[in-house]
């Protein structure tokens, strides 16, 4: 790209910040080399288009994709707007972020849980090179070229999040990653190395660590599973499902799971009953629940318009839970004691 815009600027010339309430956020040892966290509200966003095609060229073509959810009770309208990126000089393309950004941002994430995460002008973000995400990626079977890896950091600085409350009110309208920090202009290029760069998380993330309600979540498991709907489920049942165990199925209802999530709702009933049905055995084959229930199913007269699912969790899930609860406590407390010390 020939510009630099203004949402970009010099590792050299902006000041990066570390604090104690970030350190919360990478309050991982050794032993929890396959955890990372999970961000409230905006992980059980549906922003990640996961339709065959999301390149455009006509603008008439891609208009913002209008998608609703509920989150802790409250229904949320999200709206995604595309980037406009040039893949070669002089064509450019609309582009909305789907599954490759998605891995991508959760490796970013992790980079800033294992020690990387960084302060700009009160926004939280990530320090890393290429090389340290490329490895990330390949440690975790997603293999990118490096020009893959650009691209799909310009679609994420590019592309616009809106959350807008039932309401109407608007939450917030922000790019993914609001700014991208590279060490020189030329890296653009990607020069792979020591080449440094500093991506700005989406203001809902940076919400999250400074309130702390990220929650601790088997990264290692997400990154394996293959299936976007399936790691969706997992990712929503690891933030919330914070009383996991055998006695306490996680019990979403079919048509507002689907509607909520980046795959969306069909038109077509059992389309929508069979991709929840493959996504609930790829979480059987990756060990993370034991089971599910899909009985209770509602009916007006023959036609099927909804199922209520129990799922239940395997041992190994529910250790993950009390893992991220243990966590939560060493949070709490120690926010706790940052602020009598505040306040004195």
């Known amino acids: 790209?020939?510009?630099?815009?203004?949402?970009?600027?010099?590792?050299?010339?902006?000041?990066?910040?570390?604090?104690?309430?970030?350190?919360?956020?990478?309050?991982?040892?050794?032993?929890?080399?396959?955890?990372?966290?999970?961000?409230?509200?905006?992980?059980?966003?549906?922003?990640?288009?996961?339709?065959?095609?999301?390149?455009?060229?006509?603008?008439?073509?891609?208009?913002?994709k209008e998608r609703e959810c509920r989150v802790g009770g409250r229904v949320i309208k999200v709206k995604v707007r595309p980037a406009l990126i040039e893949t070669r000089p002089g064509e450019p393309e609309l582009v909305y972020p789907g599954e490759r950004e998605e891995i991508i941002e959760d490796a970013l994430r992790k980079l800033a849980v294992n020690g990387g995460i960084a302060m700009i002008d009160g926004k939280v973000g990530v320090l890393f090179t290429f090389y340290q995400l490329r490895n990330e990626l390949k440690k975790n079977?997603?293999?990118?070229?490096?020009?893959?890896?650009?691209?799909?950091?310009?679609?994420?600085?590019?592309?616009?999040?809106?959350?807008?409350?039932?309401?109407?009110e608007t939450v917030i309208s922000s790019s993914f990653f609001p700014m991208v920090g590279l060490t020189t202009r030329k890296d653009l290029k990607l020069r792979e190395g020591d080449t440094k760069c500093y991506v700005q998380f989406n203001p809902l993330v940076t919400d999250s660590i400074h309130n702390h309600t990220f929650r601790l979540y088997d990264y290692k498991t997400s990154m394996a599973i293959k299936s976007p709907l399936a790691r969706y489920i997992h990712k929503r049942m690891s933030h919330h499902w914070s009383q996991a165990s055998s006695s306490n199925p996680y019990t979403p209802r079919l048509v507002s799971f689907l509607k909520g999530s980046p795959r969306g709702l069909s038109d077509l009933m059992k389309t929508n009953v069979r991709a929840m049905k493959t996504a609930l055995e790829t979480l059987k084959e990756h060990n993370v629940i034991e089971s599910y229930d899909d009985g209770e199913r509602i009916k007006d007269g023959k036609k099927l318009v909804d199922i209520v699912y129990r799922i239940y969790p395997t041992k190994e899930f529910v250790k993950v839970v009390k893992k991220a609860n243990y966590k939560n406590g060493i949070v709490t407390a120690k926010k706790a004691l940052t602020n009598s010390g505040k306040s004195e």
């Open 141 to 168: 079977n997603h293999e990118f070229k490096l020009s893959e890896i650009k691209e799909a950091i310009l679609v994420c600085r590019g592309a616009q999040l809106e959350t807008v409350s039932e309401d109407g």
């Open 1 to 64: 790209m020939s510009k630099k815009r203004s949402n970009d600027k010099d590792i050299q010339a902006i000041s990066v910040s570390k604090t104690p309430q970030l350190d919360l956020f990478s309050l991982l040892d050794a032993r929890d080399k396959d955890y990372s966290n999970s961000i409230d509200i905006y992980d059980s966003l549906p922003k990640y288009s996961l339709d065959r095609r999301r390149r455009f060229t006509d603008i008439r073509q891609a208009a913002a």
